[in-house]
């Protein structure tokens, strides 16, 4: 949710700025897929290195416990029962359990239980990447498509306002999805794509005119 609404607060505040400055429409338009291109890059890019260092972090702490479990397994029985006594069984039940876990998995109990790591969850920095670069380009069509689809007289207020409506719904579909309240979601990422895209156009008219 997050990518998706940098993409379009970012680009629509790219083309404003660059429509603010008098720049034509086909300025306006490479402006605005360099932005989706660089921005969908940028995601995927930082996507990746940060899932990387966690899949690296993972396969780090999977490593140092196949080493303890080779080398010390009544301990890191003992470890796993004292997991399950902490989580409210008495001794002889945790030992138990422990002890059957281990026997069909030994290593997936220790990471699950030990470690927090899910085997059908662990980082994919690749997946990742091709899905944080898809999401921003998705949602940074919409102002590129605002300024196609609009008159020369109407580009400005068109992709601010097709931006700040698609803002709004973002917003409403993160607050509901988190549990939050709809609105207040809605209007804090609406008021601050709004803040963005002004600013943004403010400098490029100013810029515009001084360098004109």
Do not use: N
């Not at 609404?5 to 429509?19: F, H, P, R, Y």
């Amino acid at each position: 949710m997050l990518g998706s609404d940098d993409a379009i607060v970012s680009t629509a505040s790219l083309m404003l700025g660059v429509l603010a400055s008098s720049a034509s429409r086909g300025t306006t338009l490479i402006a605005g897929v360099a932005g989706l291109v660089a921005g969908a890059m940028s995601m995927a890019v930082g996507e990746y290195v940060s899932v990387s260092s966690q899949r690296d972090a993972e396969r780090a702490d999977i490593a140092r416990e196949m080493r303890e479990l080779a080398g010390q397994p009544r301990a890191e029985l003992r470890e796993l029962a004292t997991i399950y006594v902490k989580r409210g069984l008495d001794d002889a039940l945790a030992m138990k359990v422990a002890e059957q876990l281990s026997a069909h998995d030994r290593l997936g109990a220790h990471m699950r239980d030990e470690l927090g790591i899910d085997q059908a969850a662990l980082a994919r920095p690749l997946q990742a990447a091709w899905i944080s670069a898809a999401s921003f380009a998705s949602f940074a069509v919409i102002p590129i498509a605002a300024l196609l689809a609009s008159p020369a007289a109407l580009r400005i207020p068109m992709i601010a306002a097709l931006s700040l409506v698609s803002l709004a719904a973002l917003g409403a579909l993160g607050g509901h999805l988190g549990g939050a309240p709809m609105a207040r979601a809605s209007l804090r990422v609406t008021l601050g794509g709004a803040l963005a895209m002004a600013v943004t156009a403010a400098i490029g008219r100013l810029l515009g005119i001084s360098v004109g």
